[in-house]
């Protein structure tokens, strides 16, 4: 196992559509504990397989901060079946350095994905998890959650870095307590 290197924006890499993983291996299996490790070490809650420059559609995730690792999901092909209601949340990603916004997202998701022991699994998720199956989901499809805001504070941001890059002064993290 390694860390991975986290692609940060503007990485072409973060806008490429992942592709479903055809054959669950031992190279899968592999590569989703490395991106659990990199993903711990960040730290964060969630990270797609687009965050690390993998084009398939693969995603772990841990909401859980009281007990690292006791919900690890490593998710194959993940799905968003059905969703319903409104939660606002402040988020921030692992690859949006210096910046978090309020997205407003579904507040309860119906998931299916393939686990690595080749079953379905089909689960519900409500709050900070529903929020961070949504924000995976977009990274596998080439999405950031700047992209859900509006162009004036998209350019705004993209100003901002543009300005902190030149003066060095860009901390690589974002403010979020939560990244995903
Ligand atoms: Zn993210």
Known sequence: MALLRIRKYPDPALKQTAQAVTNIDGEISTLLDSMAQTMYAAPGVGLAATQVGDSRRLVVLDTDHQ??????????????VAAEGSIVWEEGCLSVIDFSAEVRRASKVLVRAWTLDQNELEMEATDLQAIAFQHELDHLDG???????????????????AKLMKEGKAI?????????
């Open 143 to 161: 999405k950031l959650f700047i992209d859900r805001l509006s162009r004036i504070k998209r350019d705004l941001y993209r100003r901002k870095l």
């Open 67 to 80: 007990n690292p690792g006791k919900h690890l999901l490593k998710l194959i092909n993940p799905q968003i």
């Open 172 to 180: 690589g993290q974002s403010p979020s307590h939560v990244r995903i």
